[in-house]
T-cell receptor, first 109, second 118 residues
Framework: GQNIDQPTEMTATEGAIVQINCTYQ??????LFWYQQHAGEAPTFLSY??LDGLEEKGRFSSFLSRSKGYSYLLLKELQMKDSASYLC??????????WGAGTKLIIKP | GAVVSQHPSRVICKSGTSVKIECRSL??????MFWYRQFPKQSLMLMAT?????????EQGVEKDKFLINHASLTLSTLTVTSAHPEDSSFYIC??????????????FGEGSRLTVL
């Protein structure tokens, strides 16, 4: 079956750095997304990786290793507003989007 | 980025009534839209794929007669929850891709609709 694993919950301190990991086993691969979702709101797009390596976008970076079925989202200079759930999603060979359960990130002062 | 508008954002209804939720792509055309539901503290669950001009494709376990989907134009898809019951209470979210970006473009999400069935 298809599976995406990410930690259920993480806690970090304001101003620090946190890395949220995502591992996947899917039938084929056509890209990986990271979305941010605040409680009670719809997800918003953060990043898209289809090739191996690191994509940097401001305070957020996303890394992909296709051979390892692994990605991470790196958040720097954490702010209280970064408290949210972070969803990893993979496009499989049928161009279906497979979602992880999300990682709830708690930022403490 | 592209904008997807979803309405209503909140709806409370009595058990047995039907509720319609609209999803519009405001500045792009979408031949395909996706309907998700999300229970508290859980991830998005794809309910169905809405295809403009043809029947929706439902995921296993989703009752097509209960969750009616109509995709009458390239910018509008509607989800109707028929004879709603309290267990249908959930957060329903639609999303769409700009068809010019193909199957690997990012999904743009509507604001979501929180349905509460009394």
């Amino acid at each position: 079956g298809q599976n995406i694993d990410q930690p259920t919950e993480m806690t970090a301190t304001e101003g620090a750095i946190v890395q949220i990991n995502c591992t996947y086993q899917t039938s084929g691969f056509n890209g990986l997304f990271w979305y941010q979702q605040h409680a009670g709101e719809a997800p918003t797009f953060l990043s898209y990786n289809v090739l191996d390596g690191l994509e940097e976008k401001g305070r957020f970076s996303s890394f992909l290793s296709r051979s390892k079925g692994y990605s991470y989202l790196l958040l720097k200079e954490l702010q209280m507003k970064d408290s949210a759930s972070y969803l990893c999603a993979v496009i499989d060979s049928n161009y279906q989007l497979i979602w992880g359960a999300g990682t709830k990130l708690i930022i403490k002062p | 980025g592209a904008v997807v508008s979803q309405h209503p954002s909140r709806v409370i209804c009595k058990s047995g009534t039907s509720v319609k939720i609209e999803c519009r792509s405001l500045d792009f055309q979408a031949t395909t839209m996706f309907w998700y539901r999300q229970f508290p503290k859980q991830s998005l669950m794809l309910m169905a794929t809405s295809n403009e001009g043809s029947k929706a494709t439902y995921e296993q376990g989703v009752e097509k007669d209960k969750f009616l989907i109509n995709h009458a134009s390239l910018t509008l898809s509607t989800l109707t929850v028929t004879s709603a019951h309290p267990e249908d209470s959930s957060f329903y979210i639609c999303s769409a891709r700009d068809q010019r970006r193909g199957d690997t473009g990012e999904l743009f999400f509507g604001e979501g609709s929180r349905l509460t069935v009394l």
